[in-house]
């Protein structure tokens, strides 16, 4: 626990003027962000006496080792930042919004030729329209089935389209009148186009005006006498009234307004809100988090705010957001929403009316959501603390162990040896941190000397991390002794701005990679140039921080060989245990013994759950690995030949054999294919190995590679 006192900026040196800061702890780790108007004040308010902060400011403070600031020129420019950084660097102590699922959204594909509309989830695509989001995608479904007897827009994969252009035939919606068909020409792109804006302008909840037109040319048929086209109309308007009435009307027509409330206790937090378009709810989602920072419901608001459409621009930003309370500076938000949307955009609370009662029913949500997730989680708080505490008494750990990381060896009779390392925080898996590894020091099975190479591997980089922040002076890894093969890339850089440590001292972002020039590895590892140090960004580093707890897939043997790997590098302060599968029991370094643990231990099902994740991790990568082997090919060995242009190849000559038989001149023939590419497919096909002949099984015969057959 460090004492703020010891990294307090000196008096005068924090500028009293708008910007955004940082907090790090003893591992360079950003663990919060925040902005002011004035950092002066808002930075004197973490540095009083700590008797005197909120219990979670003053974890977070006594957590940190070091402050940073970044001043901008206005309060928009601030919340810009923060949003950023708090995305970047995900900070342990800020507030977060998480989806407890991926809700669907309708959507309409029309940066494509046709225009596609289907169900979508996850990030959204540059060039489509969506809509919603939805609580279930047989909501979106049973619309969609409505509207495509008035808008018969695609609904096809790209897949199925390709099949019908090529046989001439449509589906079977191109047959019961649900699709336009453009994949055999029964209607021109332009048109098919008009109709997937008149789909989308329908959605948008511009309804009255279409359903009217519809009602006049029904009318007029029926007096022109064209009675079964006056029919058609009318089962038209009548499909469109029911999709309708499946969103119900809350506000007058044509208003387009986002609802949010926040229903919240001492712990915990959960944000409703309701998307209205057109008068009426298009989509309703909810977040719920715990409240790790002291944060009133103003700054709720605002972090919602940050959440719900820090990614969004134009339309997908409405133009009212009515709000429970008003963020602390609602003028800088109002002003970051009209940015992102290009117009203005109204940021304020419903003082009565249609738009106060519709808030009521959105807190109601917002309360029952709440109630819902506690009444969830609290068996499971209880479960997870429970297992952590009966793991740390049984392995004779001094503290529960908070962080787990578990390695698994995976191969298929000594081929594509592979490792996984997967990480759990809290009795909860944290996938971003999951890794995976290569063997390189030998080929063949070993899991023994597998598991000391991996773990080996990654607590070097773990050393590198330390003797680069300063804070590891001895032991093998200050010598210099870290294979080439683990040199960190630079993969992260610093934000452009820059920022000022508490020493008032400028932090520069370096574009060297971190790392120290490699010495000889004990393993033989592929030649790698040596890399500068580089300045630490507070970003998740791969290998920067150290678990309580290493757990391998095994028994005595792969312990060990964690043990030993340890030991070597000069490790030991983390504990280190074994699972073996077939008894379930859990083995110590050292220890002729197993430590065996209830069947119906909340340790030992926590225990079995890393183990098995870490066991589906490796055997995922593994099958991938292989896969990708089976479908390699000679061609994948010339530089700079892509894809596109080894199917052209493949096409051309039918096959790898027959490639392998033409001349240079022949190849060049293929469009696309110029003469130094040819010579260097050339060059790559006689350098390799002749394939294994396949065999039938049922006869012995010898079976020659077929003429139209591929191997890639």
């Known amino acids: 626990m460090a004492d703020p006192s010891s990294y307090r900026p000196k008096p005068g040196q924090i500028p009293d003027s708008p910007g955004v800061y940082k907090f790090r702890d003893e591992h360079r780790r950003v663990i919060y962000v925040g902005k002011a108007k004035s950092l002066r004040q808002r930075l004197a308010n973490y540095f009083q006496d700590l008797s005197g902060l909120h219990p979670r400011t003053r974890t977070m403070v006594t957590t940190a080792a070091s402050v940073e600031w970044t001043v901008v020129s206005t309060e928009v420019e601030a919340l810009q930042l923060e949003y950023s950084w ?6 342990r ?20 030729e046709f225009p596609r509309v289907q169900v979508m989830r996850g990030a959204k695509k540059k060039g489509v329209r969506y809509f919603g989001p939805y609580g279930h995608a047989w909501a979106i479904r049973e619309t969609v089935d409505l509207m495509l007897r008035v808008f018969p827009v695609r609904t096809c994969s790209a897949g199925v389209f390709k099949n019908a252009a090529r046989t001439g035939r449509p589906c079977l919606l191109g047959y019961i009148g649900k699709c336009s068909a453009p994949c055999v020409g029964r209607v021109t792109p332009e048109e098919h186009r008009e109709l997937a804006d008149d789909f989308c302008d329908f959605m948008a909840g511009r309804t009255g005006t279409y359903i009217r037109r519809l009602e006049k ?14 029919a058609r109309l009318r089962d038209d308007v009548e499909a469109l009234k ?7 009307v809350v506000l007058a027509d044509a208003t387009d307004a986002d609802l949010i409330a926040v229903a919240e206790d001492e712990l915990e937090a959960a944000v409703q809100i309701f998307h209205v378009r057109g008068g009426r709810v298009r989509g309703q989602r909810g977040w719920v988090t715990d409240k790790v920072e002291n944060v009133d419901t103003s700054g709720l608001v605002e972090h919602a705010l ?22 602390e500076d609602p003028e800088a938000v109002s002003q970051w929403l009209a940015d992102r949307r290009g117009s203005q955009v109204s940021l304020r609370i419903p003082q009565r009316g249609d738009k106060k009662d519709l808030m009521a029913t959105v807190q109601r949500n917002a309360q029952q959501a709440l109630g819902l997730h506690k009444t969830k989680r609290a068996s499971d708080l209880t479960t997870r603390s429970r297992a952590l505490e009966e793991i740390a008494e049984a392995l004779g750990l001094d503290t529960a162990p908070l962080r787990i990381e578990c390695f698994d060896i995976s191969h298929l009779q000594g081929d594509d040896v592979v490792a996984s390392m997967v990480v759990f925080e809290d009795g909860l898996a944290r996938k971003g941190e999951y890794r995976r590894f290569q063997i390189k020091g030998f080929e063949g099975q070993d899991d023994v000397r597998s598991m000391h190479e991996v773990i080996s591997r990654r607590f070097r980089r773990y050393l590198q991390e330390k003797e680069r922040t300063g804070e590891w002076e001895e032991g093998p890894a200050a010598t210099g002794a870290v294979p080439a093969e683990d040199t960190v890339p630079a993969e992260d850089t610093v934000p452009a701005g820059g920022t000022v440590a508490a020493d008032g001292t400028a932090i520069v972002p370096a574009e060297a990679v971190a790392g120290a020039p490699p010495a000889v590895p004990a393993e033989p590892a592929e030649p790698a140039e040596p890399a500068e140090p580089r300045e630490d960004d507070g970003r998740p580093k791969r290998f920067a921080y150290p678990p309580q707890l290493l757990v391998v897939d095994g028994g005595q043997p792969q312990v060990a060989a964690a043990k030993r790997a340890l030991d070597e590098l000069g490790i030991d302060d983390i504990a280190v245990c074994g699972l073996a599968k077939r008894l379930e029991e859990v083995w110590l370094p050292d220890d002729d013994d197993p430590v065996v643990l209830p069947r119906s231990s909340e340790g030992l099902y926590l225990l079995q759950r890393v183990r098995d994740e870490a066991h589906r991790f490796a055997i995922t990568y593994q099958r991938a690995k ?52 040819a010579e260097s497919v050339a060059v790559a096909l006689a350098a390799a190995a002749p394939a294994t002949p396949a065999v039938n099984t049922a006869t012995g015969e010898i079976i020659e590679e077929d003429d139209g057959g591929s191997t890639t």
């Open 93 to 112: 102590f800020n507030v977060k919004y998480r989806d407890d699922k991926s809700y669907p959204y309708l959507a309409v594909t029309l940066n494509e």
């Open 306 to 327: 940050q959440q719900l459409y820090g990614e969004e621009t134009g339309d997908s930003v409405p133009k009212e957001v009515l709000v429970p309370a008003l963020p």
């Open 242 to 248: 029911r999709a309708m009435e499946k969103s119900a």
């Open 86 to 91: 708090i995305k970047e660097f995900d900070p």
């Open 626 to 677: 292989r896969a990708k082997r089976i479908r390699s090919s000679p061609l994948d060995a010339v530089a700079g030949l892509g894809e596109t242009r080894k199917q052209a190849l493949i096409k051309h000559f039918g096959s790898v054999k027959k490639l392998k038989q033409a001349t240079i001149d022949e190849i060049c023939a293929v469009p696309g294919i110029g003469r130094r590419t």
């Open 217 to 230: 040319d029904m009318m007029a048929a029926a007096e022109e006498m064209e009675y079964e086209r006056a």
